[in-house]
């Protein structure tokens, strides 16, 4: 008697496409975090140029970014002001019991994952010539992804 293999579902063009193109909510989502977007907006309806202010940001970039993030269901639009979705203002407001504090860690991340045509194409791994060098700055994110 032979064990089966479970059937691998073929992703269609559309899955294909999803596939290639979530790196794009992913930075948007990252940008945002390491900003702190939503610590900024925490409880308030902010307009982009009070964030950008706040974050130190290009006040159109920011614009863009908080539409990004609206499309995106992170954050509600009424108008011209931006507020954090529920599911934002529980995970993504540091300080609050449910903060995502990890995804610090996986912005980290998103410099190794991005050299991986080049490690693949060499068989070399990534550089690692800062890894004796990190700070708090790197270690508090890791221990937060690890804690998640």
């Avoid at 979530?22 to 989502?29: E, T």
């Avoid at 964030?51 to 509600?76: H, I, Q």
């Avoid at 011209?80 to 995804?103: C, I, Q, T, W």
């Avoid at 800062?130 to 708090?136: A, M, P, V, Y």
């Amino acid at each position: 008697m032979s064990a089966e293999t479970p059937s691998v579902p073929t992703p269609s063009p559309a899955a294909i496409m999803e596939m290639a193109s979530a790196f794009q909510r992913s930075r948007a989502l990252l940008t945002a975090f390491e900003l702190q977007v939503f610590t900024v907006i925490a409880d308030d309806r902010r307009r982009s140029s009070e964030v950008a202010a706040a974050v130190g940001s290009d006040p159109r970039a920011t614009d863009r970014l908080l539409n990004a993030l609206a499309a995106m269901g992170l954050l509600e639009k009424d108008g011209e002001r931006f507020d954090n979705s529920a599911v934002a203002a529980k995970h993504l407001v540091a300080g609050r019991p449910g903060y995502m504090a990890g995804l610090g860690h996986t912005s980290h991340l998103w410099d190794r994952w991005s050299a991986l045509t080049r490690c693949v194409r060499s068989g070399r791994p990534a550089d690692s010539s800062e890894i004796g060098h990190r700070d708090s700055d790197w270690f508090r994110p890791f221990i937060a992804a690890m804690h998640w």
